[in-house]
């Protein structure tokens, strides 16, 4: 079993930053690729970025490509989302995912065991 633990959440103005982390427990944090999706209100959850477990491999949805980039700390079991040039469509819960397989890096929430429980990102325009 992994738990996760989103933090950093919070509102700010367009065109700021912020950088959310997730906080992994178990031993086999650095053998799981993870994940970050986002689900703003109405709409259905969708793909924001992806790291492998070794950390050599991300993936990005189009629309946060050149803003948002991922990260993570095996040593300290977290994963990051630094977030940057931040837009009012950025508003969103957003989750942090594990994959409890080894596998491809996946962009697809079904290929994600475990979640976190959210936290909220709002941007003011």
């Known amino acids: 079993q992994v738990q996760l633990v989103e933090s950093g959440g919070g509102l700010v103005q367009a065109g700021d930053s912020l950088r959310l982390s997730c906080a992994a427990s178990?031993?086999?944090?650095?053998?799981?690729?993870m994940a970050w999706f986002r689900q703003a209100p109405g709409k259905e959850r969708e793909f924001v970025a992806a790291i492998s477990w070794s950390g050599g491999s991300t993936h990005y949805a189009d629309s946060v490509k050149g803003r948002l980039t991922i990260s993570r700390d095996n040593a300290k079991n977290t994963v990051y989302l630094q977030m940057n040039s931040l837009k009012p469509e950025d508003t969103a819960v957003y989750y942090c995912a594990a994959d409890g397989l080894p596998r491809v890096l996946s962009n697809y929430a079904a290929s994600y065991a475990y979640w976190g429980q959210g936290t909220q990102v709002t941007v003011s325009s």
């Open positions: 178990g031993r086999t944090f650095s053998r799981y690729n």
